[in-house]
């Protein structure tokens, strides 16, 4: 962050009764022009009755209120890696992937500056609020970057670069297929919420096979119903086809 924006992240005290959990940690980012961009919770690990995904809350966004100081943000990165028995715990790849998906939501939030708050960060256009975050996991997968912080845990010898290059093999793997399935389900996000109901008769099990049966080699497997997993169809509402749309650009 501190090459990408100019900016040094620190870690920050916390004031009584600020956090939620004894596992999160506070973080302040300065920026070398600017100064203080805001602050960031790292809520990284699970435990019970918390959510199960990884995802970045805004708790208070940028404003600049009349005659007044800057409101700086407060945004939170929620996250469900396991702990384990090290300290500090070790992450696969995908979790990498994700922390640094998170943290491009984070700093979109931090760097947006606008006097109406729900107009920045990632209360922006929904059309590019994925573009940021988007573009940070790249860097999860170039080893310019990991080789900065990729280390044995025991010996501390730095990620070969000929173990990321096969990592980086494998993501092209199945990626038609996994496209095609992240088109089927903006297309049923957008059918949900769209003007027109489905079929008289049908319900949303029916308009899922139908919108598989036309754009899915893998059609639907009568008895089931798996987009009951998918909890962006009801907090990200016609939305969900952003993700597809911030690889387009």
């Not at 100019?6 to 004031?15: D, I, L, Y």
């Not at 170039?142 to 670069?161: M, N, Q, S, W």
């Not at 297309?187 to 319900?203: A, E, I, K, L, Y």
Request: net charge neutral.
């Amino acid at each position: 962050v501190e090459r990408l924006f100019g900016t040094t992240v620190r870690n920050a005290a916390m004031a009584p009764g600020e956090s939620w959990s004894p596992d999160v940690r506070k973080l302040e980012v300065i920026h070398v022009d600017d100064g203080p961009l805001g602050y960031i919770y790292l809520d990284l690990h699970p435990r019970p009755r918390k959510f199960h995904h990884s995802a970045q809350y805004i708790i208070r966004n940028w404003r600049r209120p009349p005659n007044g100081e800057p409101q700086l943000p407060h945004v939170a990165i929620v996250c469900n890696f396991a702990k384990g028995k090290h300290d500090p715990p070790r992450l696969q790849h995908q979790d990498l992937e994700a922390l640094f998906h998170e943290f491009g939501h984070a700093m979109h939030s931090l760097l947006s500056k606008n006097i109406f708050q729900h107009l920045a960060g990632t209360r922006g256009s929904m059309d590019s609020v994925e573009v940021p975050s988007n573009l940070m996991e790249y860097f999860a997968w170039d080893y310019r970057v990991l080789k900065t912080f990729a280390k044995h845990a025991t010996t501390g010898e730095v990620i070969p670069e000929a173990l990321v290059n096969s990592i980086c093999k494998s993501r092209s793997m199945f990626s038609a297929t996994d496209m095609q399935a992240q088109v089927v389900l903006s297309m049923f996000d957008q059918r949900c919420h769209n003007s027109t109901p489905p079929s008289p008769g049908g319900g949303t099990t029916d308009l899922m096979a139908e919108i598989q049966a036309a754009h899915s080699v893998m059609h639907h497997v009568p008895g089931t119903s798996h987009f009951v997993r998918f909890g962006h169809l009801v907090n990200y509402s016609a939305n969900y086809y952003s993700y597809l749309f911030a690889r387009c650009i």
